[in-house]
């Protein structure tokens, strides 16, 4: 019998002006797999979708990370969200 896990692991940048790297360790967990990941984000960071412009912050697929047998690095451009789920 096997037994899995799914995380989901939400993460953020607020800083306007820089990137961010975020390296997560899984504290000995084996990561398997990364089921999906999505961005959400904008061109600036006070943008907010309205009924006449509804496709300023959207969500976008993401790539912008490594995966290694118990660690994910994580690359996110200014005032984004990311949500990744591992296995």
């Known amino acids: 019998m096997s037994f899995f896990q799914v995380e989901d692991l939400n ?10 790297v975020i390296q997560i360790n899984m504290n000995g967990g084996t ?5 999906f990941a999505t961005l ?3 061109k600036a960071f006070n943008l907010i ?3 006449d412009k509804n ?5 976008s697929k993401f790539t ?9 690095k994580v690359k ?10 591992v296995e």
Request: net charge positive; hydrophobic share 45%.
């Open 31 to 35: 990561i398997k797999n990364v089921n």
């Open 64 to 72: 912008g990370y490594k995966l290694s047998k118990t660690i994910i």
């Open 49 to 51: 979708n309205t009924f």
């Open 55 to 59: 496709d300023l912050v959207k969500p």
């Open 11 to 20: 993460i953020s940048n607020f800083i306007p002006l820089k990137d961010v």
């Open 76 to 85: 996110l451009a200014p005032h984004t969200i990311g949500v990744l789920e």
């Open 40 to 42: 959400l984000a904008s």
